[in-house]
């Protein structure tokens, strides 16, 4: 149970401080999705299907490639003096870089190989090789962004990342993609956009680095020693789990153009992909706090501060909850005007994005367990998790896509999500006597159920809208719903803990 009254609010105003930077983060989701859209208009639906696979397929590399330092840099720096923290950020940067380097230089070589695995329409099919030999050099630019920025957040500094992901990485391949395009460059441009986008991202990432830490004791870290060797142990075993998790996102892409031929597989990868990106902007609730709690997890154990982590747990699941529910409900409203914008085809897509939208809202009831799972947990736990899920969604995976299609891989997406999530839940409860829920989460999900259901209400007659008066509607909704919430859902407490946005609970007070 919470202690309301016995821990400091600073405790939450910490998650809340960090989920804030973290959640503008995430929203390059948004800036994503912004670009889907403009992709599929240059480019089309066989192209950026290809381009999106390939995508799947490099994000997937990346929890080989870095051997999940991301993960143990939240372990590990927030628990170290800042010459073992230079040394855990130098280690974990090196190592990874030389790793993705190495994948990427079989990647080239194998390109003739792999190309045979991957479904692609006739114009894209005679350059499927060149296109993956240059579009693996990604790969190891992407690893340093992963890496450095998680070397970033584990300083519990979550704002930096911000200008790298979306402004930078995210921006300039938007306007990059855009000028290949209109340059006649359809086979090539997306890809190369890409390229040229990480690698700038990846210049930036280091910048931040030498901000927050000494970069030159950074560059002299060694790949040996007593340290190196922990981490190395750590990462092999949180690996797998880390693996499972970009596969949960990333394989239902991979599974439809494998399984559908030519230019069919290429075409559904891209719907899914479509589909995932605008539930996923939904996501981002979670994976808010799911960043912030991992290094303060780490640094509350440390310290045997057990009430406080609980606090922080309580807390983190009752905004994380809360806030879903509207947002997937404005998703859903939203996303007849959303797929309007791309070609016809496109609405093969609709079902998947209500079905992934619900599923993030689920997940999101089990708030940051996964990544406290994953910080105080057994190795093995996240990875076991992980494989159950996994299992599912391979299972429902198989038996519904040849019938269902797009639609079939959204429902194996949500049901293995949700089997993974739920059992870091339970282990939570059962190992570390951790349980988010309490009497304080009754009224603001009271008040979140109502305001979704109103937002629910206007679904089905929404397909009957002209655009954008459904976004529209959705926005408006998505945003009184928050100030409903603020104002007669949260505690004086939990609203406090918001900072700025907390006002509008004092004003009503006063």
């Known amino acids: ?214 970069l030159k004791s950074v560059l002299r870290a060694p790949l040996t020693g007593p340290i190196a060797r922990e981490m190395r142990r750590y990462g092999i075993s949180v690996m797998p789990s880390n693996t499972i998790k970009k596969l949960f996102s990333e394989f239902p892409v991979m599974f439809l153009n494998f399984m559908l031929p030519g230019a069919a597989g290429a075409a559904a990868g891209g719907y899914y992909a479509v589909a995932r990106k605008i539930a996923s902007s939904l996501q981002a609730v979670r994976m808010t706090f799911e960043y ?5 997890a780490a640094e509350k154990d440390g310290h045997g501060d057990h009430e406080a982590l ?84 391979l299972g429902l995976g198989v038996w519904l896509i040849p019938v269902h299609g797009v639609t079939g891989a959204a429902v194996a997406a949500a049901v293995g999500l949700n089997i993974t999530a739920f059992l870091a839940l339970l282990e939570g409860h059962f190992l570390f006597r951790l349980w988010p829920y309490d009497r304080h989460m009754l009224r603001p999900l009271v008040v979140s159920v109502l305001t979704t259901g109103a937002l629910m209400a206007l679904v089905p007659a929404s397909a009957a809208w002209p655009a954008p008066v459904g976004f529209g509607a959705a926005i408006a909704g998505l945003a009184l719903s928050a100030v409903i919430l603020v104002r007669l859902g949260l505690s004086h407490e939990d609203a406090e803990a918001l900072g700025k946005l907390g006002k509008i609970k004092k004003r009503k007070a006063a």
């Open 310 to 393: 609980r606090d922080m747990y309580g807390y983190a699941t009752r905004l994380s909850l809360c806030l879903a529910l509207p947002f997937g409900g404005a998703l859903v409203l939203a996303r007849h005007d959303i797929l309007v914008t791309m070609d016809p085809e496109f609405q093969a897509a609709a079902a998947a994005i209500a079905i992934l939208c619900l599923s993030r809202v689920i997940e999101a009831a089990t708030g940051p367990s996964s990544a406290i799972i994953e910080m105080l947990g057994h190795r093995l736990l996240p990875a076991i998790n992980g494989l159950m899920g996994l299992a599912a969604l």
């Open 1 to 214: 149970m919470s202690s309301e009254g016995n821990t400091p609010p600073s405790h939450r105003a910490r998650v809340a401080g960090g989920a804030g930077f973290a959640f503008l983060g995430r929203l390059g989701a948004l800036v994503e999705a912004v670009s889907v859209i403009a992709f599929t208009w240059v480019y089309g639906a066989t192209t950026f299907g290809l381009f999106a696979v390939l995508w799947s397929y490099v994000k997937v590399s990346t929890a080989f490639s870095d051997l999940a330092m991301s993960t143990a840099l939240q372990r590990y720096v927030p628990k170290a003096n800042d010459i073992d923290a230079n040394m855990v950020a130098g280690h974990a940067l090196k190592l990874s870089f030389i790793i993705s380097s190495l994948l990427a230089v079989l990647g080239c070589y194998f390109a003739p190989a792999l190309s045979s695995f991957i479904s692609a329409s006739d114009a894209d099919a005679d350059q499927l090789v060149t296109i993956i030999r240059i579009y693996v050099w990604v790969l190891p630019f992407w690893t340093m962004v992963e890496v450095a920025t998680a070397a970033i957040r584990a300083r519990r500094t979550f704002g930096p990342e911000i200008r790298v992901r979306i402004f930078y990485e995210q921006g300039l391949r938007l306007i990059a993609a855009m000028g290949f395009g209109f340059m006649g460059y359809m086979t090539y441009g997306l890809f190369l956009a890409h390229l040229a986008s990480v690698i700038l991202a990846a210049l930036l990432a280091l910048r931040l680095i030498s901000k927050h830490y000494d």
């Open 292 to 296: 912030v709690m991992a290094p303060l």
